[in-house]
C-alpha cells in the first residue's frame, strides 16, 4: 500500500485523482486550505479506511512519511488566482519548495502540476515543450504564470542538486464535475450560464482558441507520469489537441442545452492568450497516454452535473 499525498486535494481536480488513487488501494493524504476547493468534492471518500482530509496550507510546510507527491495546490482560475494575487505566487512558489523539501526528506517521488500558462501568449503554435513561452512577467496572470514557472525552475534545481525524482506535467485546460458553479472558467460559465437562461459571456470577439481536456484523462495521465522510471523528468504537455474558438464553444452548448439564452461580447481580459493547443508527441511517446473522451462526450457529462446541481 502506498502512501501518498495530494495537494489541493479536495479541488476539483485533486478530488478527481483521490478517488482514482483511494480506489486502487492506496493511503491518500488529501491537503488542502478550501481556498478554491471544498469539503464537498470529497466527502464520499470520508470515512473510507484509505482516505485521510487534512486542512493545511501548503506555504506552511507538512510532514508525514510519504511515497509520493502530487502537488495540485493553487486556485487555477483567473478568477480566484486573480482575487488574491500574492497569495497564489505563494502558493505555487513556497508550496511547491516545501513539498520539494519534504520529497527530499522521505525520497518520495513527486508529480509537479505546472500548466500551459508557462507558454503564456504562445507565438509558436502548437505548443511543444521546448518552447519557453511568452509570458508577460508583470501582468495579471503574472501570479500565477510565473508562480508556476518558478515552481518548475525548483524542481528541476531539486533535481540536479538533490536528486529529488521530479516529474513536471503542463495542464491544459481541463474541464469536468465538481468544478464549482462560480469558477469562472469558460467551460463552467457557459454552461451554467446557458442551463440559466442568462446571457452567454464571450470575452472579447470570440476568436481565441482553447482545447479542453475533460478530467478523467487528465488523471489518467498523472498516474501514467508518476510511474515513469526514475530521472524521467518531464515536462510533459497534458491536453486535448481539439482546439476550439470560445465562438464554437458558446454555439455548442447553446445547442446541446437549447434554451433562451442568448451570446453577448464582453471586454477581454488583459494578457488573454490568443490560441492555446498542445503538442502531446511526447506524451504519447513517454506515458502511451492520449485522450479519450471528445468535447462533445465531456460537455454532455458536464450539463448533466450542472443541471443536477443547480436544480436538485
Ligand atoms: N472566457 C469567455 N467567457 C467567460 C469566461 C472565459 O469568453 O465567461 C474566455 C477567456 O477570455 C479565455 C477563454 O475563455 O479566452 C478561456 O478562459 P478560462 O478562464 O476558462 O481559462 P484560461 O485558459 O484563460 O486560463
Redesign the pocket.
Known sequence: MKQILVTGGAGFIGSHLCERLVNEGNAVICLDNYYSGSKKNVWHLIGHPGFELVRHDVTEPYRAEIDEIYNLACP????FYQYDPIQTTKTSVFGTFNMLGLAKRTKAKILQAST??VYGDPVEHPQQEGYWGNVNPIGIRSCYDEGKRCAESLCFDYHRIHGVDVKVIRIF?TYGPRMAVND????S??VV?ALKGED?????D?S?T?SFQYVSDLVEGMIKMMATPAGFTGPVNLGNPGEFT?LE??EKVLSKVGGKSKIVF?P??AD??KM?RPDITLAKKELGWEPKVSLDEGLDEVITYFRQVLFQ
Open positions: 487555477a482560475s483567473p478568477v500551459s500558462e485546460n469562472g472558467r469558460v467551460v460559465n457557459f450560464q452567454i459571456t464571450i470575452y472579447g470570440g481565441q482553447r470560445m464553444l458558446a464582453r477581454l481580459p488573454d492568450p492555446r
